[in-house]
């Protein structure tokens, strides 16, 4: 089967504008986890969705961010008011359930450039 | 909140050798998973291997296979006879075992080049 797909590959925008990134996680799986990679740094925890729970959002860095599950399956990630700090290649990942130990299985990513 | 280091920014082999990552964390857990990612050029990460914390023996598979000392808090991969699409960047990560919080906290990487 297919796996998790994110879209667009790659995003270009102006500082001050609003950004939406799309993730498509595998069919069945019900938690769905956004990360951010920074260049030269490892993966950033953002938000984790489980089924019908309220998301962890610990990890937004600010309210300018925030995300939506929709039915259960599809996510967006909503960036407003980018800031240049807000380049980095944004990762979905999507698991079985939300248990420890399963695997993760991660997208391409969106690369987020703020000129 | 758990920190993951990897002190190798870059490590480079040659083809067929063996090359091995290093990898320290830090918590008070007593009980986790640790897992390698591999991320290659096309930036999609694929999972190498996973610990589980309370088994003592070593993770391996194929070519790759871990040194996890617990008690050092250190969990180190290493790839044996290296191939050319072992080029990628490694992060170590940690995973809390039994709570809700399933969240993957990872470490900076280490970019591996495989020379021909």
């Known amino acids: 089967g297919a796996g998790v797909s994110q879209s667009p590959s790659n995003k270009v925008t102006e500082k001050g504008k609003d950004v939406e990134l799309r993730c498509d996680p595998i069919?069945?799986?019900?938690?769905l986890y956004w990360y951010r990679q920074s260049l030269g740094q490892g993966l950033e925890f953002l938000i984790y969705?489980?089924?019908?729970?309220?998301?962890?959002k610990s990890g937004l860095p600010s309210d300018r961010f925030s995300a939506e599950r929709t039915g259960g399956s599809v996510s967006t990630l909503t960036i407003q008011r980018t800031q240049q700090e807000d380049s980095a290649v944004y990762l979905c990942?999507?698991?079985?359930?939300?248990?420890?130990?399963?695997?993760?299985?991660f997208g391409p990513g969106t690369r987020l450039t703020v000129l | 909140a758990q920190t993951v280091t990897q002190s190798q920014p870059e490590m480079s082999v040659q083809e067929a050798e063996t090359v091995t990552l290093s990898c320290t964390y830090d918590?008070?857990?007593?009980?986790?998973?640790l897992f390698w990612y591999k991320q290659p050029p096309s930036r999609q990460m694929i999972l190498v291997i996973r610990?589980?914390?309370?088994?003592?023996q070593n993770a391996t598979e194929n070519r790759f296979s871990v040194n996890f000392q617990k008690a050092a808090k250190s969990f180190s991969l290493k790839i044996s006879d290296s191939q050319l699409g072992d080029t990628a960047m490694y992060f170590c990560?940690?995973?809390?075992?039994?709570?809700?919080?399933?969240?993957?906290?990872f470490g900076a990487g280490t970019t591996v080049t495989v020379r021909a």
């Open positions: 990942a999507s698991s079985l359930a939300g248990t420890s130990g399963n695997e993760q299985f």
């Open positions: 069919s069945g799986h019900t938690a």
């Open positions: 969705f489980q089924g019908n729970s309220a998301p962890d």
């Open positions: 918590t008070s857990e007593s009980n986790y998973y």
């Open positions: 610990q589980e914390a309370y088994k003592q």
């Open positions: 990560a940690f995973m809390k075992l039994l709570t809700n919080d399933y969240k993957l906290s």
